[in-house]
């Protein structure tokens, strides 16, 4: 069983900044942020795979956020700049422990583990 540790939420005026961190308790092949707002499906934002280092971002947050991470600590970090109030949300950290025969870091059901997620408030 992985614990994740969800923290860097809260609120932000549009424009400016905030950075989510996520630390897990085991070891992990890949980690990945969602967001769920109001009234709305759990949705993709960003995801990083530690074997070849390869980040993903949603189309939404392209260019506007960066994930990071630190293998060996297992821990991943989400930058979000020029936030917008439809970065408003509650965001999940989400990991796969292990390696698996289907690959798919933007799908949630690809990922074992989940946070109890960090509301993310972007006000106008």
């Known amino acids: 069983q992985v614990q994740l540790v969800e923290s860097g939420g809260g609120l932000q005026q549009a424009g400016g900044s905030l950075r989510l961190s996520c630390a897990a308790s085991?070891?992990?092949?890949?980690m990945g942020w969602f967001r769920q707002a109001p009234g709305k499906e759990r949705e993709f934002v960003a995801a990083?795979?530690?074997?070849?280092?390869?980040?993903y971002y949603a189309d939404s947050v392209k260019g506007r956020c960066t994930i990071s991470g630190d293998n060996a600590k297992n821990t991943v970090y989400l930058q979000m700049n020029s936030l917008k109030p439809e970065d408003t949300a509650v965001y999940y950290c989400?990991?796969?422990?292990?390696?698996?025969?289907?690959?798919?870091?933007?799908?949630?059901?690809?990922?074992?583990?989940w946070g109890q997620g960090t509301q993310v408030t972007v006000s106008a």
């Open positions: 989400a990991v796969r422990a292990g390696i698996s025969l289907s690959f798919d870091p933007l799908s949630r059901k690809w990922y074992d583990y």
């Open positions: 085991g070891r992990t092949f890949g």
């Open positions: 990083i795979t530690w074997s070849a280092g390869i980040r």
